[in-house]
T-cell receptor, first 115, second 114 residues
Framework: DAMVIQNPRYQVTQFGKPVTLSCSQTLNHNVMYWYQQKSSQAPKLLFHYYDKDFNNEADTPDNFQSRRPNTSFCFLDIRSPGLGDAAMYLC??????????????FGPGTRLTVL | AQSVAQPEDQVNVAEGNPLTVKCTYSVSGNPYLFWYVQYPNRGLQFLLKYITGDNLVKGSYGFEAEFNKSQTSFHLKKPSALVSDSALYFCAVRAYSSASKIIFGSGTRLSIRP
C-alpha cells in the first residue's frame, strides 16, 4: 500500500545531542511537510518542501533544519535539542498542482524524548 | 488571514446517539475544508474534505460534514456514535490562494461512553 513511513517511531536523545528523524513516502507526492505536535495540541507546521523548494515558517527555530535529497525522502535535523523540543514529529505529504489541492497524508509520527 | 476555530475542547456522547463536532472557518475566497482524526500515539488520518459541489460530504467510518457558506461552518457529524470513535478530531482549512499549506483548528476530543 502507498504510504508515509517515519523512522524511528520513538527516539530518545540527550540534551544538546543532534538527532535526525526520517520520513519516506511511496505516494510520489510533490509536497512534504514536517509538523511538531505537543500534548494533543494542533500540529504546528515547521517547514515544507514544494518539490525542491524549501519553505520555512517564520517562527521555526534555527535549531530545526530539513533536507529532501529526492522525491521520496525528507529528513528533520534538530541540531541541539532542548527539553522544549520533546514532542511528536509528524511528516505529511500532499499532491499540489495548478489545478489540485489534495488532502495531506500523515505518517505515524516519531515521538522524541529529550533527557 | 485564514483561520479555523473548534469551539469545544471536548464533546461527550453516549454510544448510539448522534454526534456533532463543530468547526467554523475564516478564509478569503473559496475554502478547501478537511477533517482529520487522531488516535493516541498515531498520525492524523484523513476523514473527508469539501472542495466544491454538494454541501453534505460523506467520508470514512460513517462520518459526514455539512458545509454552510453563510455560517462559515463545516461541522462533523455521525448519526450513531461508536465507542471506537473516541479520538481527537481536527478541522483544517486551506485558502485557494495558499497552494500547499493548511491551517488546523485546536482540536476537539470526542469521548463516546458505552
Amino acid at each position: 500500500d502507498a504510504m508515509v513511513i517515519q523512522n524511528p517511531r520513538y527516539q530518545v536523545t540527550q540534551f544538546g545531542k543532534p538527532v535526525t528523524l526520517s520520513c519516506s513516502q511511496t505516494l510520489n507526492h510533490n509536497v512534504m511537510y514536517w509538523y511538531q505536535q505537543k500534548s494533543s495540541q494542533a500540529p504546528k507546521l515547521l517547514f515544507h518542501y514544494y518539490d525542491k523548494d524549501f519553505n520555512n515558517e517564520a517562527d521555526t527555530p534555527d535549531n530545526f533544519q530539513s533536507r529532501r535529497p529526492n522525491t521520496s525522502f525528507c529528513f528533520l535535523d534538530i541540531r541541539s535539542p532542548g527539553l522544549g523540543d520533546a514532542a511528536m514529529y509528524l511528516c505529511a505529504t500532499s499532491r499540489v498542482t495548478s489545478g489540485r489541492r489534495d488532502e495531506q497524508f500523515f505518517g505515524p509520527g516519531t515521538r522524541l524524548t529529550v533527557l | 488571514a485564514q483561520s479555523v476555530a473548534q469551539p469545544e475542547d471536548q464533546v461527550n456522547v453516549a454510544e448510539g446517539n448522534p454526534l456533532t463536532v463543530k468547526c467554523t472557518y475564516s478564509v478569503s475566497g473559496n475554502p478547501y475544508l478537511f477533517w482529520y482524526v487522531q488516535y493516541p500515539n498515531r498520525g492524523l488520518q484523513f476523514l473527508l474534505k469539501y472542495i466544491t459541489g454538494d454541501n453534505l460530504v460523506k467520508g470514512s467510518y460513517g462520518f459526514e460534514a455539512e458545509f454552510n457558506k453563510s455560517q462559515t461552518s463545516f461541522h462533523l457529524k455521525k448519526p450513531s456514535a461508536l465507542v471506537s470513535d473516541s479520538a481527537l478530531y481536527f478541522c483544517a482549512v486551506r485558502a485557494y490562494s495558499s497552494a500547499s499549506k493548511i491551517i488546523f483548528g485546536s482540536g476537539t476530543r470526542l469521548s463516546i461512553r458505552p
